[in-house]
């Protein structure tokens, strides 16, 4: 008889820890972080929060790069981005 919580308790899957709460993992982590965004009009690179609560707009053309939502920030269609820090 196999249950569905047969994993090593010391070493839980990466997939499983992902959709946990914040601070119920293993190991206490954020789900927010910064991004470097690139402005689709003129390519030009602006660090965003995660979570932004305001519009974020392109510094050099003053584009709208993301808008707010109730959780993280809807980047703009057209945008991309990476995550810092990793």
């Known amino acids: ?3 569905s ?12 820890e992902l ?3 914040k601070l119920k993992r293993l190991v206490q ?8 965004v ?12 995660s979570h932004s609560q ?3 707009l392109c510094g ?3 584009a709208v790069l993301c808008q707010p939502t109730g959780g ?3 980047l703009t269609e057209g945008c991309s981005f990476r995550r810092k820090g990793d």
Request: charged share 15%; proline share 6%; aromatic share 10%.
């Open 60 to 62: 050099s053309c003053s």
């Open 29 to 36: 982590s954020p789900n927010s972080f910064f991004m470097d």
């Open 54 to 56: 305001t519009v974020v």
């Open 72 to 74: 993280k920030a809807r």
């Open 5 to 16: 919580c047969d994993y090593d308790m010391l070493h839980p899957p990466a997939a499983l």
């Open 1 to 3: 008889m196999v249950l």
């Open 38 to 49: 690139k402005c689709q009009g003129c390519f030009n690179i602006t660090t965003v929060f």
């Open 19 to 21: 959709r946990k709460h």
